[in-house]
């Protein structure tokens, strides 16, 4: 397994969680890593990016403000610090490694994926 992805669970609106990734040294070194999720019966999407350098991020709409993506290259890891959670927020979260060093939100640019870790949000 080259991406670990782990945090999930369930918890109430309001609540925080956060979701961590292990990648493997080759997957995590000078690319950038995303957390992307996707819902039942709807699309993967993209939620958030984090350059290789862990200077620049990126967030999707829906979830600015609320979640923190950040990296430890140290520990080949990536985090996503959710907090304000809604129940649109349910999905398997799956985290990525891209081909590239800078973020990007585009699927195709992400050649590694985890398997999914499950967040449900209860109203």
């Known amino acids: 397994v080259q991406l670990q992805a782990s945090g999930g669970g369930l918890v109430q609106a309001g609540a925080s969680l956060r979701l961590s990734c292990v990648a493997s040294?080759?997957?995590?070194?000078?690319?950038?890593m995303g957390w992307f999720r996707q819902a039942p019966g709807k699309e993967r999407e993209f939620v958030a990016a984090?350059?290789?350098?862990?200077?620049?991020?990126d967030y999707a709409d829906s979830v600015k403000d609320r979640f923190i993506i950040s990296r430890d290259n140290a520990k080949n890891t990536v985090y996503l610090q959710m907090s304000g959670l809604k129940p649109e927020d349910t999905a398997e979260y799956y985290c990525?490694?891209?081909?590239?060093?800078?973020?990007?939100?585009?699927?195709?640019?992400?050649?590694?994926w985890g398997q999914g870790t499950l967040v449900t949000v209860s109203s």
């Open positions: 040294r080759r997957i995590f070194s000078n690319n950038a």
């Open positions: 990525a490694g891209s081909m590239l060093s800078s973020t990007t939100r585009t699927r195709n640019t992400y050649r590694y």
């Open positions: 984090i350059n290789w350098k862990g200077v620049s991020t």
